[in-house]
């Protein structure tokens, strides 16, 4: 029976629903003044709502200048690879929505946690030998954020500290300062494929450590980890007694060059929660539907950590009941053709931005393996009018009409991030116009006149 419910028996003592009245006061049903205070109007933001802040929107908003009016805009900027029409989803995707919604089976509520039959097929679709699945290892949320939001609401408490990496998606600071928690960041390396400082993320780890973030493949460096560097990374939380939140949304999203190794395969010693949704190996963002994957081999998680996700699960009441009922279709109907072409578009475009930003004097590009961005370093001593990577994607915006995200807002001053998902004749418009930005502007650093004589 649903708890929120009244049974009516039948009994004809009983009276009828509309003469029920609730007596809140205790003695009688007049309002009577609270002692010592004075009623007066005083309605504030919760502490919780001022201490959340989205450094992105900040910083965007932020942002006052106008593009260029005789240039069309081109905006390299969002990660949603939806915007510009050219990346829509397979057609068999489509029809199974469609066909879950003609059937009229999923128009009620879910079980918070999911349907049992859509987490099977989940747990079903990432099982393997090396890390086990069943439907109770599946959490199904609103969305991978959600999934985020989830993992570290139930693995750390105000107070505690979470390490998240430099440069690396703004969302969890954004989640985790408005629950109270510290975070520490840990840094990513350029000149080594943005693989971890190993040595300086040991150092941050204390008491107060509740878990390690690790986001692979990268947003915003376009990065994929190899395997070895995956096993060294588990051997500093193995030997720290840090469990892991594997932010793996563009798990699968690599190039041809590279493999994709979910972390839990790796390890049957660490408790990993890995995070991940239909969001853009489907390309379907709007959507909303993400999971938790709980690999708890050697359960140090145990049942505390799980129950506990199902508590959290409950403030919401799940992820939309339609999308899970088209998501046994979705996941084995959906041809290997659409995983491919689309992985063969992201490689062209990114190539094809590599190649010309690499050609800029005063911009060094570092070439992505997977995901859909990439980042490019500013040597800024070469744009000496230019303040910082914030100042300077203004002007591009001003003068080029193309607008890539400043790296501040992942905390990585003097670069900027290019999403790779704009059809190709737009990123070679916007390679172009960021060409001439950078000519107009570049000046030789002092001590090197040789190097601009070339």
């Keep these: 029976m649903d708890p929120y419910m009244i049974q009516m028996n039948g009994n004809g003592n009983l009276p009828s629903v509309l003469d029920v009245h609730v007596n809140i006061g205790g003695k009688n049903s007049k309002q009577e003044k609270v002692k010592g205070r004075k009623a007066r109007w005083s309605v504030k933001p919760s502490d919780m709502s001022n201490k959340t802040f989205n450094p992105i929107r900040t910083i ?18 969002i990660g949603d690879p939806t915007v510009f029409g050219n990346l829509p989803t397979d057609p068999e995707v489509t029809q199974a929505m469609k066909d879950a919604l003609d059937s009229g089976k999923y128009n009620g509520y879910a079980p918070s946690i999911g349907y049992l039959s859509s987490r099977e097929e989940i747990a079903s679709y990432y099982h393997c030998p090396e890390a086990p699945l069943e439907a109770k290892d599946v959490i199904l949320t609103s969305g991978c954020s959600q999934a985020i939001e989830l993992c570290l609401a139930v693995l750390a408490n105000p107070g505690q500290n979470i390490l998240i990496p430099r440069p690396g998606f703004s969302l969890y600071r954004t989640l985790a300062e408005s629950m109270g928690i510290e975070v520490k960041l840990y840094n990513l390396l350029p000149e080594k ?41 588990l051997a500093v939380a193995a030997r720290q007694c840090v469990p892991i939140l ?11 060059d590279s493999k994709f190794e979910p972390l839990a395969t790796l390890s049957s010693n660490v408790p990993i929660l890995s995070c991940g949704g239909l969001a853009k190996r489907w390309l379907v963002p709007g959507w909303r539907l993400g999971w938790i994957l709980i690999h708890d081999r050697k359960d140090i998680f145990g049942n505390e950590i799980r129950d506990g996700l199902v508590k959290l699960s409950q403030r919401i009441l799940g992820p939309c009941t339609i999308v899970q009922g088209a998501l046994k279709s979705i996941l084995h109907r959906t041809p290997q053709e659409f995983y491919h072409n689309t992985l063969s578009f992201l490689k062209s475009n990114a190539d094809l931005c590599y190649g010309a930003l690499a050609a800029i ?41 193309v607008h890539c995200l400043p790296a501040t807002c992942f905390e990585y001053p003097n670069f900027f991030r290019v999403v790779i998902t704009v059809p190709e004749v737009m990123m070679l418009e916007a390679c172009s116009r960021i060409q001439e930005f950078c000519e107009k502007h570049y000046h030789c650093a002092e001590g090197s006149q040789e190097e601009c004589d070339k």
Excluded at 199 to 210: H, M, P, R, V, W
Excluded at 246 to 256: H, L, N
């Design 60 to 77: 965007v908003d932020n942002m006052k200048v106008k593009p260029n009016p005789d240039k069309a805009m081109i905006a390299l900027s």
């Design 193 to 233: 494929s943005w693989e971890i400082d190993l040595k300086q993320l040991e150092s941050l780890i204390d008491e107060k450590t509740a878990c390690l973030i690790v986001n692979n493949p990268s947003n915003p460096c376009g990065s994929v980890f190899s395997t070895n560097h995956l096993q060294k990374i």
């Design 246 to 256: 594997a932010d793996e949304i563009y798990g699968d999203m690599v190039f041809s």
């Design 361 to 401: 004097p005063g911009l060094r590009p570092v070439r992505p393996s997977g995901a859909m961005y990439l980042m490019v370093e500013i040597e800024m001593e070469h744009f000496p009018e230019f303040k910082n990577d914030v100042e300077f994607t203004e002007r591009l915006v001003a003068e080029q009409s």
